[in-house]
């Protein structure tokens, strides 16, 4: 009896996948949802004295087509969502479906989603072919058939002089590439990876950076990617969701995730950020002006109502202090009580009043921006429309 | 979709499976091990049947008769060392081979540890062999050069070392050597593996603090080596005591250990229920050792 | 040179002349053994030249052939249906989320370790004959099973541990059934403990004496059982020559499980 599987290609009345190859995917409707979960939860242990509540009520959408990474601390629960997506663990309750289908109980051999995995899972007792054929020959495709998908993966990885080698004789960076190329090779709906560059030293990774994001390009799969790297999901990502504790914090591109950070742990989590208590003393439409202690008054944009009074935090990054001898523009005076040289950019660690401060200037001291020592008494202000008001 | 999914839960549920697994190698091992050593334990209650078998009266005459003789006239309990002699004399063969294989296989162990590659893989190899070769071929090859006529005596007499032949094969002497013989790559080959985890750093870190060879070996390597010292103790130690054959071939049949003593029980004698009680004896001073061992790694792994 | 060589700091006078000791002691009796086997005169003590004739003999006698027939029968066997259970237990030990009621299965399947092998013979002894089985090649092939399931699991279940988890799952993303799975991906990585589990079984089986000696009842001989009653009538040439190849049998299979172990290591 014929296993039920939705196969990566199913084959939609009138669609043109079925002359679909590697490479010519179709292009859906740039706001067709590839995959949703909603009110997703998952507890581990539930029942006993070890539960654990991994995702809690999570609701997200990825569109088709895009290269998305699930960003957060360790622990957070990217992980497990990226394995409910993958099949590989049961959800507590919620749906997840997959191109409109629910898959919310579908084995992982069911769906029409591959996986690239951390430490690569490639069949050690196999060759780079075999691994990659693996996939297509379960899916029963015609002999000929994966012959040519398998040349043509190995081609795209760059890894044809490789093909009948085993896995245990490669870098680090061709099992790298022999994992991506097993798990396009089916062609599936959705590739999952799962933090796949962290077993990389630092060149590499950069290297691999850009070839995933180019690969995403051309097979224009979408690519739902693992990781707890910020400057790697800014670097590579259509849009970023920020998890943290089981819970969405935010999700949109990497300069709304940057620039506009909605939460404290946002703000502190992508960059680095200074965060301020400070309190609301006026409020009027779409700008408010905020006492912070020991500083003079400052005005910020900002999107959400605010009562007068209420606390808020301050989030505003390091390279967006100016530093200054003279008063100029200042809004307060603090103490520089470490520099730290970076090569590019000098770091300045600043004390005043109660707060701690982190500024950062580009190659401090040149191009006009003066330099500091320890022990200097610097006046701080802040850059036009630098200064983001999060609720407390 | 033409065909229902197919739900994880439509699967043999995990458990079933793993069950039917698991159960039929413990049943075979709980059916024809662990019951039968039940039944040897109801039996060492029960009384011995004129040839062989057991009466189905409770007594603890099994236990009694290893300390005591029934008179058979007043039925009076006399105390009789006889028995109790020879479980003295397998724990102290026992204890004998094993510190004599800790003073072989400690330095054997270490020099393997410390060479090259090479030379590692062949000596491993060289104490392997004699690991899995026939236990029974290896008593006999240690007789055939211990006998009188044997080529140990022929050459200490060729040599005009000795006029007659000493008696080196069915005594005790020859047990000792048997047991040591039997289980002495028992002692190296765990000392090795320990070894060879042994961070030599330590022993340059000795030297370093002024340590002479000598204290570096018996104040820093000894000690880091204590838990494989003691695993590979039990290792000689265990099969020792209850051993059948060293004591059997090597010792002529005059000098017996407990191991004999239960197997003649059940073959000549045949006094089954004694033959139960003394290898409930002997299987309780094995799985206490074996428990006080596996409580210890335990905590030091605990520790770690 | 005036300045004595520096010696490596790892070394201690002395211990590699006990370790040659050592191989000596373990070696001397079995090259005699073996030396003598080959000795042309009756006696077992005076060296008369060389000749193969002990090994006519033993070849020759059809009651060594039958119980080394049988010897090989019942290891194949005992072996063959050990390693398969072991398997199952393996799989079902290893791998599996929850960790309750693991601990009591290991302390189960490796009990026949710990028992002592003198009680182990009594101990069946006294249940074959309580329940009313025949002593024979059944009882024996029983026994062998028992005590050969721990020296088939060890290493199978190391080998599944030592394996990478992902794996079968990496097969279920690529569209295999679990029953594929199995087969393609776990069945051909186990290969090398599989191996080498049989191997420690059948070499197990083959070596025991105690326990076969105890449960065969008048009938049924193993090759152990035989060359045991040839010595009751001392020693002769013909128990260095059947001794000679029972070593040549051991050492071959040592020899062939270690290259499986160092091709096992390669992959």
New interface residues.
């Given amino acids: 009896m014929q296993r039920a599987v939705i196969h990566p290609h199913p084959i939609p009345p009138g669609s043109i996948s079925q002359t679909m190859a590697a490479g010519q995917n179709p292009v859906p409707h740039p706001h067709t949802v590839a995959t949703e979960v909603r009110n997703l939860c998952k507890i581990y242990n539930a029942g006993t004295s070890r539960a654990h509540e991994a995702l809690k009520d999570f609701n997200l959408a990825i569109r088709a087509n895009e290269f998305f990474t699930l960003l957060g601390p360790s622990g957070c629960g990217k992980t497990t969502l990226l394995r409910i997506l993958g099949g590989f663990e049961p959800l507590t309750s919620g749906i997840c479906r997959i191109f409109g289908d629910d898959v919310s109980v579908l084995p992982p051999e069911a769906r029409p989603v591959n996986t690239v995995f951390q430490q690569y899972a490639l069949f050690p007792h196999m060759t780079v072919r075999s691994n990659i054929a693996f996939g297509l020959e379960m899916l029963g495709k015609p002999r000929a058939e994966i012959e040519r998908t398998v040349e043509k993966m190995l081609d795209l990885v760059h890894m044809t002089e490789y093909a009948d080698r085993k896995p245990d004789t490669m870098s680090g960076g061709q099992r790298q590439r022999v994992a991506l190329a097993r798990a396009l090779a089916p062609q599936p709906k959705l590739l999952l990876l799962d933090e796949p560059l962290s077993a990389l030293d630092l060149k590499l990774r950069q290297k691999m950076r850009l070839e995933l994001k180019s690969l995403q390009r051309e097979t224009g799969i979408t690519f739902v990617f693992v990781t707890h790297d910020q400057e790697e999901a800014l670097a590579m990502s259509d849009r970023v969701a920020v998890i943290s504790n089981g819970c969405l914090q935010q999700v949109g591109t990497p300069e709304d995730i940057y620039e506009q950070p909605q939460s404290r742990f946002v703000a502190d989590f992508i960059g680095e950020s200074n965060l301020i208590d400070a309190r609301v003393a006026r409020f009027s439409g779409c700008e408010a002006i905020l006492d912070i202690a020991g500083f003079d008054q400052v005005h910020a944009d900002v999107a959400q109502d605010l009562a007068h009074g209420q606390p808020v935090s301050l989030s505003i990054r390091p390279e967006r202090l100016v530093l200054s001898a003279g008063e100029g523009e200042g809004r307060g005076l603090a103490t520089v009580f470490d520099r730290t040289y970076l090569g590019n950019a000098v770091e300045y660690h600043l004390r005043a009043g109660d707060h701690a401060l982190t500024a950062r200037s580009p190659r401090g001291g040149l191009r006009g921006r003066q330099d500091f020592a320890p022990g200097d008494t610097v006046h701080i202000a802040f850059e036009p429309g630098s200064i983001k008001v999060l609720l407390s | 979709m033409s065909a229902r999914p197919l739900a994880l839960s439509s699967r043999i549920p995990p458990g079933l499976a793993r069950a039917g697994l698991l159960w039929p190698s413990l049943a075979i091992i709980l059916l024809f091990m662990v019951a039968p050593i039940g039944i040897m334990f109801t039996y060492s209650f029960l009384t011995a049947a004129p040839y062989g078998g057991v009466e189905w009266t409770f007594s603890g005459a099994a236990y009694t008769e290893i300390l005591f003789e029934r008179d058979f006239l007043d039925d009076s309990l006399a105390f009789t060392p006889d028995y109790l002699i020879i479980v003295a004399r397998s724990v102290f063969q026992a204890a004998i081979a094993t510190v004599l294989c800790l003073l072989i296989s400690v330095p054997t162990a270490y020099y393997i540890a410390t060479r090259s590659d090479r030379a590692k893989n062949i000596w491993l190899f060289l104490i392997t062999i004699p690991y899995w070769v026939n236990l029974l071929i290896r008593t006999i090859a240690l007789l055939f050069v211990l006998r009188g006529d044997g080529p140990v005596n022929s050459a200490l007499i060729d040599l005009g070392l000795i006029s007659q032949p000493l008696p080196l094969s069915y005594n005790g002497f020859a047990i000792s050597l048997g047991l040591i013989y039997s289980f002495l790559p028992f002692m190296v080959l765990p000392l090795y593996s320990a070894f060879e985890r042994f961070d030599f750093r330590l022993l340059d870190a000795a030297y370093d603090l002024y340590a002479s060879r000598r204290v570096a070996f018996f104040r820093i390597v000894l000690p880091v080596m204590r838990p494989g010292l003691i695993a590979g103790s039990l290792l000689v130690f265990i099969p020792s005591i209850g051993s059948y054959l060293a004591p059997d071939i090597l010792g002529g049949g005059k000098t017996l250990m407990i191991g004999n003593l239960i197997g003649t029980q059940f073959q000549a004698a045949r006094n089954w229920p004694f033959g139960a009680a003394l290898s409930m004896i002997l299987l309780t001073i094995t799985l206490i050792v074996l428990l006080w061992l596996a409580r210890r790694a335990a905590r030091q792994q605990q520790l770690n | 040179m005036s300045t004595a060589r520096m010696r ?5 006078s ?3 002349l ?2 040659v ?3 000596v ?6 090259v ?2 073996t030396l ?1 086997s080959f000795n042309d005169g009756r006696s ?2 005076q060296w008369t030249g060389f000749s193969f004739r002990w090994y006519q003999t033993v070849f020759a006698n059809q009651n060594i052939q039958t119980a080394a027939v049988n010897s090989l029968l019942i290891a194949v066997t005992a072996a063959t249906i050990a390693t398969v ?2 398997l ?2 393996a ?3 290893v791998n ?1 989320r929850s960790k309750s009621g693991g601990e009591g ?1 290991y302390v ?2 490796t ?2 370790l ?14 074959f ?2 329940v009313g089985i025949s002593l024979g090649f059944v009882t024996i092939l ?2 062998h ?2 005590f050969c ?1 721990p020296f088939a ?1 060890l290493p199978i279940k190391a080998r599944l541990e030592g394996m ?1 988890e ?2 079968p ?10 029953a ?2 199995f087969v ?2 776990t069945l ?2 186990l290969v090398p403990g599989l191996l080498s589990g049989w191997l420690l079984a059948f ?1 197990i089986s ?2 025991d ?2 326990i076969t000696a ?1 449960v065969a009842g008048p009938g049924a001989t193993t090759l ?1 059982l035989h ?2 009653g040839m ?1 009751r009538l001392g ?1 002769t040439p013909e ?2 020559a059947i ?1 000679t190849l ?2 040549a049998a ?2 071959a ?2 020899l062939l499980s ?1 290259l499986l172990g160092q091709a096992g290591r390669k ?1």
């Fill in positions: 490596d700091l790892r070394t201690f002395g211990f590699g006990l370790s000791g050592c191989a002691f373990l070696y001397a009796p079995i005699f053994l003598y077992v003590s259970l072991a199952g237990a799989i079902a030990t599996r299965a189960v399947l009990f026949p710990m028992v002592p092998e003198i009680v182990t013979a009594v101990a069946s002894l006294v249940f004959v309580a029983l026994a099973i028992v399931i699991y990478d992902t794996l799952s990496a097969a279920a993303d690529l569209y295999a059934s679990p594929k799975a393609r991906i051909p990585l070499i083959l070596d004496f105690i105890l152990p060359i045991y010595l020693m128990v260095n001794s029972m070593l051991s050492t299979l040592v270690g992959h």
